[in-house]
């Protein structure tokens, strides 16, 4: 008998979850929905800002010396071993 009613409580309080789910899943994915939509507008105005404050006038004379030379395939790195296979 106890087994049964084991059984019993288990498959309620299944039912019983299941209904509640249903009831505040779509409340819970609504405030989901809109912190990542404030995160993310956030992040874009955040975005836009920089970008106004960096803006260029027309005929604005800019020098970047942040440029990197890529390094030549010919540059020599270390020593080339060759190794075979022993059988």
């Known amino acids: 008998m106890a087994f049964f009613k084991t059984i019993l409580i288990i498959l309620l ?3 019983l979850l299941k209904i509640v789910a249903r009831l505040f ?3 819970i994915l609504n405030y989901a ?6 995160h993310f507008r ?3 105005n ?3 800002d920089t970008k106004s404050k960096n803006e260029e006038k027309v005929g604005d004379v800019i020098i970047d010396k942040n440029t990197t ?3 030549s395939s010919s540059k ?3 020593e080339y ?3 075979e296979e022993v059988e």
């Open 33 to 38: 929905a809109k912190k990542t939509e404030a």
């Open 42 to 44: 956030g992040a874009f």
């Open 69 to 71: 030379k890529k390094s």
């Open 25 to 27: 899943a779509p409340k």
């Open 13 to 15: 309080v299944y039912y």
């Open 81 to 83: 071993i060759d190794f």
């Open 76 to 78: 020599k790195v270390g």
């Open 46 to 48: 955040d975005f836009s």
